[in-house]
């Protein structure tokens, strides 16, 4: 079965830390660009970070500097590592893979993982 898989949520205080991980299977992520994703109860979905298959990185201003995205192919995942978070990061996080093969463009999404940030 072709699918990603979130890993690493859960329940942090402000200024804490987490790494979130999205990992393929199925199918490798050589060839695709990874994007992370959130969306907070009531909110539209958003891009957080992405990395394409090249590693050309670009983030949500609301992110940098705190938040790094990496890949990692040889282990066929990617991850978000999210520093100094608030409790406005709090949302369900997605991954999303995509990449167009050649004029057909082929795209996963994951679970998800629940990202909470509360004292």
């Known amino acids: 079965q072709l699918q990603l898989v979130e890993s690493g949520g859960g329940l942090v205080q402000p200024g804490g830390s987490l790494r979130l991980s999205c990992a393929s299977s199925?199918?490798?992520?050589?060839?695709?660009?990874v994007g992370w994703f959130r969306q907070a109860p009531g909110k539209q979905r958003e891009l957080v970070a992405r990395i394409t298959s090249g590693g050309s990185i670009n983030y949500a201003d609301f992110v940098k500097g705190r938040f790094t995205i990496s890949r990692d192919n040889a282990k066929n995942t990617v991850y978000l590592q999210m520093n100094n978070l608030k409790p406005e990061d709090t949302a369900v996080y997605y991954c999303?893979?995509?990449?167009?093969?050649?004029?057909?463009?082929?795209?996963?999404w994951g679970q998800g993982t629940q990202v909470t940030v509360s004292s």
């Open positions: 199925g199918f490798t992520l050589d060839y695709y660009a």
């Open positions: 999303n893979a995509d990449r167009y093969s050649p004029s057909v463009r082929i795209e996963y």
